[in-house]
């Protein structure tokens, strides 16, 4: 107990390294206008209409960096910074958000099988960790069985799978973003780089996510072994 404990101190502090590090370079090239002028908005219709989707909407939603594409209803969702705002912060999110349009316009393989696993990850996410739980105190209370403890790693290793998977979807959308940015003469030059940098810290949040998860799930097998060999 006391490793996983650690683990999940270390990821903590790492993701919160992260998530300041992202902010602050959003806060820092949203200072930086893009030569092109165009607000978010006006970016993501673009890029969409640049790749023939035209049964896609554009819309404004509440928050800070809540951005998302909504594949139910087909909307790219950008928040209020990035909506309106003509900067290289705006750009990037808004192309990126639009990549995965792209990626759902195109069938591209690992989306499609995100979205196949999101079922079973709303189920898996709910049960895991109060079954390992009570697998962990069925150990405790005279070394009963680690049945039940096995359950609850197969259904953690569910929501495992699904950050791993998570990591090309979100790499691949920056790449389709960062390459119409530069195509599409929308951000150049230092923009451009700016850009890339912005994007490439939004993407180590799903890194540390992913590392996370298996390092608990690693820690769950090793625990669960050492249990059945008793």
């Not at 490439?200 to 072994?225: E, F, G, N, R």
Request: with cysteine; aromatic share 8%; net charge positive.
């Amino acid at each position: 107990m006391t490793g996983i404990i650690m683990i999940s101190v270390l990821f903590m502090i790492i993701g919160m390294l992260v998530q300041y590090r992202l902010k602050s370079k959003f806060a820092e090239y949203s200072k930086v206008p893009t030569s092109s002028g165009m607000s978010g908005k006006e970016i993501a219709e673009k890029m969409l209409r640049d790749n023939g989707i035209y049964n896609v909407k554009v819309t404004s939603v509440d928050g800070f960096l809540s951005d998302h594409y909504n594949p139910l209803n087909k909307t790219v969702n950008l928040s209020p910074d990035v909506y309106a705002g003509s900067n290289v912060s705006a750009a990037a999110v808004a192309a990126h958000e639009c990549g995965h349009a792209v990626q759902h316009a195109t069938a591209y393989s690992m989306l499609t099988l995100r979205s196949k696993m999101v079922p079973a990850v709303k189920i898996s996410s709910t049960l895991s960790q109060w079954i390992i739980i009570i697998g962990f105190g069925m150990l405790g209370f005279g070394g009963g069985n680690p049945t039940v403890l096995l359950i609850g790693i197969g259904l953690f290793a569910v929501t495992t799978l699904f950050t791993v998977i998570t990591l090309p979807v979100e790499f691949d959308a920056s790449a389709r973003a960062l390459q119409w940015l530069d195509t599409a003469r929308i951000t150049t030059g230092s923009e451009h780089t700016q850009a890339k940098d912005a994007l490439k810290w939004a993407a180590m949040t799903y890194v540390v996510a992913a590392l996370a998860s298996i390092a608990m799930l690693v820690q769950y097998i090793l625990i669960y072994q050492g249990r059945s060999r008793d």
